[in-house]
């Protein structure tokens, strides 16, 4: 009852609806427009929202113009994974330490990790810089690996102590009393328990993985086989002319692998991200 | 019950420990555990954290450096140039923070009313924050084109405009614009949270107005902002603090420009540092972008107590 909206309700419901998703998905609609027209129609003066010879050459077209259009998706993805992983290894221990575990200066520790969410990379780039240039790392794909990693352990570490906070104790301790020890607890009780959790935290750290590659990449890497898409993508800005409908197409094909992702994820993604804001 | 089998099953296991309680100590494991993920931050971020500082009382540039002491401060004190990139940034997240947490609020609560279709909304909410920003801007470039751009073309078709109007070339509408593009990409994270936030709102509480005859408005008024009230304030917070560090969106889409009209402070210090090799100038400005963020924190932090408290939070 409480739930029930008039019909005059429901419209103005949907309406503004409407008017949100517009602004939400606008660019991608522009994107996938632009990326329908022949180049010479892009120019056409006055404006024209519609016409008829839209066509899909440019996803055709683009591999040809940027001929390591393929490697450098391949990158973004091997880049994200890699990330993934490192971040994955380095967070589970710690998040299982802040979770169930008495050390000293526990908690000046967690703070710290905290603090570095507040930075950037852009804040960092310079001693950043030096440094990887002096463990040998330019110009390769640990130049945008290692530092892509150091910024979403502080994040990973946080959602994935959340999520073990709510495995009850009682399991580890049952182990713990037989004589486990405190690594086999960890790895045969804890994780097998935790992979729910640790499927949305690695999901999440891949997404920020993916979406965080830019700076990085023109910053420290000028290695063009190395390139992810964001970067690799100012190649269709040529010395003669811009071929802005292969970009978008080359752009909209890129996020393909995250979206699908996200898609199947995301109820999980959703539901383990937002866990602080609910109260229990 | 089960929770004693599947113990008694583990203890049985055929792998199961040799050594009885051999195991450290907890504060050693524990430290550990911890260790890594410590060892590569300190290498990642604090060192480099270190490092800016020492740098920033240096005139380090290409060919080297040198100890100026506090020198590069002091230029920024007197460099009214400066005042007014501070002045712009604060500007910047002002206005862009408001605008966030206004639309994610309205988001948050039309993808809340209970119509048939919100699950498909929710989803085509997020991909402004699931894809990289870089990618994102590349659309927004294009749509604030003014030959070629459907915002430009469709306000001519109407007569808002006369002629072409290029959104990024002006220094007002390009402030404007790019603070649109920071709205778009930051609202969906703060709808999110928000909409999880109201559907942790106990439906007792609306029930109860409702039945006081309590129109929607009223119920918004008095039960849904004071309950989610420690959230907003977390999420006005954090994004203020992401906000702060926008970097991307204003270098894909304007560089800084025009003439400096989209210039914070995250730019101007990537152009000092990066664009024009002053390392020492550059290190200067990142600390100043330190302290305000420390700042900002700590802020945060008293701010959050005092709501959890009014609120009778925890």
């Known amino acids: ?280 | 019950m089960n929770d004693s089998i599947s113990a008694e099953s583990i203890s049985r296991d055929s792998r199961a420990p040799q050594a009885r309680r051999k195991s450290l100590s907890e504060p050693i494991f524990g430290w550990l555990l911890v260790a890594p993920a410590i060892i590569f931050i300190a290498i990642i971020v604090a060192w480099p954290l270190a490092e800016t500082f020492r740098l920033s009382l240096t005139d380090a540039r290409l060919g080297g450096e040198n100890y100026v002491g506090l020198e590069n401060y002091q230029e920024l004190l007197e460099k009214k140039k400066f005042h007014q990139v501070i002045t712009r940034t604060f500007f910047w997240m002002f206005l862009s923070v408001s605008l966030k947490i206004i639309l994610g609020l309205i988001g948050a609560t039309l993808l809340n009313a209970a119509i048939p279709g919100r699950a498909l909304f929710r989803v085509l909410v997020m991909p402004p924050w699931v894809i990289p920003i870089a990618i994102g801007c590349i659309g927004w470039l294009w749509l604030y084109n003014g030959h070629f751009g459907l915002i430009s073309g469709v306000a001519q078709r109407i007569g808002l405009i006369d002629g072409p109007f290029g959104f990024l070339a002006y220094k007002t509408s390009a402030f404007y614009s790019a603070i649109i593009t920071d709205v778009w990409v930051g609202t969906p994270m703060v709808a999110l949270f928000f909409l999880a936030a109201m559907q942790g709102v106990k439906r007792d509480l609306y029930e109860a107005a409702w039945v006081d005859g309590a129109s929607r408005w009223y119920r918004f008024r008095r039960i849904t902002i004071p309950q989610i009230m420690p959230v907003i304030v977390s999420m006005a917070l954090l994004s203020a603090i992401w906000t702060f560090n926008s970097f991307e969106i204003i270098w894909i889409l304007t560089e800084g420009g025009p003439r400096g009209a989209t210039t914070t402070l995250i730019v101007d210090t990537y152009k000092t540092a990066i664009g024009n090799y002053k390392f020492g100038e550059g290190a200067a400005r990142a600390v100043v972008i330190v302290a305000l963020l420390a700042a900002f924190s700590l802020i945060y932090m008293f701010f959050l107590n005092k709501v959890n408290k009014m609120y009778g939070n925890k």
């Open chain 1, 1 to 280: 009852m409480m739930d029930r909206y008039s019909r005059m309700q429901l419209v103005a419901i949907y309406a503004c609806i409407g008017v949100f998703l517009t602004f939400i998905l606008l660019p991608f609609f522009e994107m996938f427009m632009t990326s329908l027209r022949p180049l010479e129609h892009l120019f056409r003066a006055p404006y024209q929202f519609w016409s008829d010879d839209f066509s899909f050459d440019a996803y055709r077209k683009m591999w040809e113009t940027v001929p390591l259009l393929g490697r450098y998706i391949w990158n973004s993805i091997y880049i994200s994974s890699m990330v993934t992983l490192l971040t994955m290894i380095l967070v589970i221990p710690a998040a299982y330490a802040f979770a169930r575990l008495d050390f000293p200066f526990k908690n000046a520790t967690l703070s710290m990790f905290l603090g570095v969410n507040m930075f950037t990379g852009a804040v960092l780039l310079i001693p950043l810089y030096r440094v990887l240039r002096t463990l040998g790392l330019l110009n390769t794909y640990w130049a945008m690996i290692v530092p892509g990693v150091a910024f979403l352990i502080p994040t990973g570490i946080w959602l994935l102590r959340s999520y073990l906070e709510k495995i009850p104790r009682e399991l580890e301790e049952a182990a713990f009393v037989d004589g486990a020890s405190r690594l086999y607890t960890l790895r045969r009780v804890v994780l097998p328990l935790a992979v729910p959790g640790l499927i949305v935290v690695g999901v999440a750290v891949f997404i920020g993985a993916y979406a965080q590659q830019f700076l990085f990449a023109i910053t420290f890497n000028q290695t063009r086989e190395f390139q992810p898409l964001p970067a690799g993508l100012y190649e269709f800005i040529g010395y003669q002319s811009v071929t802005w409908n292969e970009m978008m197409a080359a752009a909209l094909v890129g996020v393909l692998p995250v979206m699908v992702i996200f898609l199947f994820l995301q109820k999980y993604l959703v539901a383990g991200l937002t866990a602080g804001a609910v109260k229990e």
